[in-house]
Structure formats: C-alpha cells, structure tokens
C-alpha cells in the first residue's frame, strides 16, 4: 500500500490533497452551516472561468483567476434576498450555472478544449509541483491562522444564518461575514487550480456533512470532519494508483463511501449526542 509514496508525484498530491482537505473541510462546516453549499461550486467555476479567460487572452493568467474569485467572493458575500419564495441557494445555483456555460464556451475554443474541460472538472492533482506545493501550503497556513484567531466571530455569523437572521446582521457582522467569503475565495482559487471543481466542492461538503450527521458537539464535528477529509484524500489517491484510475474521481468516489458510512452510523444510532 505504502509503494505508491516511492514515486515523488504521489506524495506531492498527497500533501497538496491533506493541505487543502483539512482546511477546505474546516469551512466546510460553516458553509453547511449557513445553508450556502453551492458557494463553492460558484466560487470555484467563477475562478475557473478567470482561468479559461486568461488561457484564451494569453493575458493576466496569475492575477485574473484570483480577481475573478474576490469578485465572485465580495459578490456572493453581499447577496440576498427580500423575498421568502427565494433562497440564496437558489441565487447562488444561477450564478454557479452561468459561470459554467460561459466557461465551457471559452474552453471550446482553446487548441486542447474536451482535456482542458475534464481538468477544470477534477483538476491535475499528479501534476502538481513542488513550487505549486509551497504556494499552497503558505496560503492555506495563513487562512488556517487567521480562523483559528477569529473563529468566534465566524461562529456567530453562522449560527445566526442558521437561525435566518441574515438580513438582520449589523455592518460589522457583515465585515466578518465577508471576511469568510474572502477566505473561502482564497482557499478555492488555489484549490481548484490544482484539484478540480468537482473533488474541491467535495472536501468542503462531505466532510462537514458526515461530521455534522455523527455528532453535535462543535469539537468533535471538527475532528470527525477533518479526519474524514484525511480519510479520503489518502484512500482516494491509493485507489487511483492501485487500480489505474484517475486522482480526482477517485477522491470524490472515497468521499461517497465516508457520507453513505455517516448514514448508516445515523440510521443505527438517531440519537447523536
């Protein structure tokens, strides 16, 4: 099982997999909190139409994806809705669909279009580079240090989404709301340029809702949810090089074993604690 780690690429993708994972789950948690589980998949599709842009214009190709992504994260940090009927899931799915079509318009264009797509989708994870690694690793340390210092504020946030207090939140609290936006912006511009769209969305999901489905206590969620994300980044990557099959689909089809394994830990045992 171990043989895989022989090969530099393996423990590269294993790294960069454990270094986004365990931060990507941490939020996680918030964005299930808050009920915005297509923020992700609007902020990483927003990110990768900065790329597709970029590759196509030969233009702004280390600067445009992350401007793409603030704007994405100041944009949706602001949204919402006076109207009952309408969720912001519903508002978030709209912008997420659209920044996929335009997206998938500029990629046909491009010399490589159907490869570039399928990499937008699930990323390069075995063509991750040592340099790719340290960027990574510095972002994603600085996010992980500056949520552990205002986690409080972020809680709170949260847990007045949770009780539909979104309109109700003071400008302060709408700072600290965007500053979570901010992060997660961050976090996933450098996440999805390296894993895809696809396994991203499922590190900041799965691991929040598996947790979320064992457990009530704050401390343990978190644990569960990381473990989770550590859980399926090392099968995932042992499944692809034992089997021949690619990184990406096989993280995400791990993460499906861990959520259908949360389920039936709570069909067994409804009375979490």
């Known amino acids: 099982m171990l043989e ?22 941490y939020f996680g948690i918030h964005v299930v909190g808050r009920g915005i589980v297509f923020v992700d998949l609007a902020l ?10 970029a590759e196509f214009s030969h233009f702004g190709e280390n600067w445009l994806p992350i401007a793409f992504t603030l704007f994405g994260a100041i944009l949706l940090s602001f949204i919402h809705s006076n109207d009952p009927r309408i969720k912001l899931e519903a508002v978030i799915g709209i912008i997420y669909v659209v920044a996929s079509a335009v997206t998938v318009l500029i990629i046909s264009k491009t010399p ?14 075995l063509a991750v580079t040592p340099g790719e690694l340290i960027k990574l690793g510095i972002v994603f340390v600085i996010l992980a240090v500056l949520h552990f210092a205002f986690q409080k504020h ?17 400008l302060k609290e709408q700072g600290w709301n965007f500053f979570f936006y901010l992060s997660i912006g961050l976090a996933i511009v450098f996440a999805v340029r390296i894993g895809g769209v696809l396994p991203v969305f499922s590190y900041l999901v799965v691991p929040a809702v598996s947790s979320i489905m064992v457990s009530r ?5 978190i644990a569960v949810a990381l473990f989770n994300a550590a859980v399926a980044s090392f099968a995932g990557l042992w499944f692809s090089y034992t089997f021949d099959f690619p990184a990406g689909p096989s993280i995400v089809s791990m993460f499906g074993i861990i959520f259908l394994g ?6 067994l045992r409804p009375n979490i604690v």
């Open 154 to 170: 972020v809680y709170r946030i949260t847990e007045r989404m949770q009780a539909g207090e979104l309109e109700k939140l003071s």
């Open 217 to 221: 206590r704050k401390p343990i969620i």
């Open 4 to 25: 895989m780690f022989d090969l530099s690429f393996m423990v590269y993708a294993l790294a960069a997999s454990l270094i986004f994972g365990l931060v990507l789950g």
């Open 112 to 125: 490589h279009g159907d490869a570039n797509i399928q990499e937008v989708l699930f990323g390069a994870l």
């Open 262 to 267: 949360a389920v039936m830990y709570r069909f």
């Open 44 to 53: 990483g599709q927003i990110s990768s139409l900065g790329v597709a842009l």
